[in-house]
Structures are given as structure tokens and as C-alpha cells.
């Protein structure tokens, strides 16, 4: 299922495709936002997106020998579901 499928089973539901189109997307747009703050967005029986951080790493400066950190800067969303999502599937 796609985007477009998402908006016509909402809107099946009772909205207008229009309605169901805006919806979506301010849910999506809300989840976002969360992610991008560092929160995390629990949705009860569904799951839990949230942003996980890479690990740092040690590497050898060249010049010196030295054994020096190297942050990541890597964020990555996770979606962890949850036990009615779990039992659905």
C-alpha cells in the first residue's frame, strides 16, 4: 500500500478524499517534526517512531599516531511496533 491507498482507506472511512489527503499528511507532518526534536512519537497498540544516534568510532591521526574519537552524525528514524500491530502481523 502506498500513500494514495492510505488516503481512499481513510476516506472510506467517512471523509472526503480531500479531508482524508490533508489528514494524512498533517499526521505525517507532525511525526516529522517530532523526530527532528529529538522526541519520540508513541502511538498506543501501533508502535513508536524515534531517532536513533550512530555510534561514535576511534581512529589513528596519520601524522601524530594518536587514537582520536570520531563523532557520528548520523540520526536515523526506528519505528519499534507495538503488541496489537505484533499480534496482527
Known amino acids: ?3 494514495s491507498g492510505l488516503i481512499n482507506a481513510i476516506a472510506a472511512a467517512g471523509l472526503d478524499r480531500r479531508d482524508a489527503e490533508t489528514a494524512l499528511n498533517a499526521a ?8 527532528q526534536r529529538d522526541e519520540s512519537v ?3 497498540g501501533f508502535g513508536t517512531f524515534s531517532v536513533k ?6 581512529g ?3 601524522m601524530t599516531g594518536e587514537i582520536i574519537r ?5 540520526r536515523t528514524p526506528v519505528f519499534r511496533p507495538g503488541k ?4 496482527k502481523v
Open 42 to 44: 508513541s502511538i498506543a
Open 70 to 74: 570520531i563523532e557520528s552524525g548520523k
Open 28 to 35: 505525517l507532518d507532525a511525526i516529522a517534526d517530532a523526530l
Open 53 to 58: 544516534k550512530g555510534k561514535d568510532a576511534e
Open 84 to 87: 496489537i500491530l505484533k499480534e
Open 60 to 62: 589513528i591521526n596519520p
Open 1 to 3: 500500500m502506498n500513500k
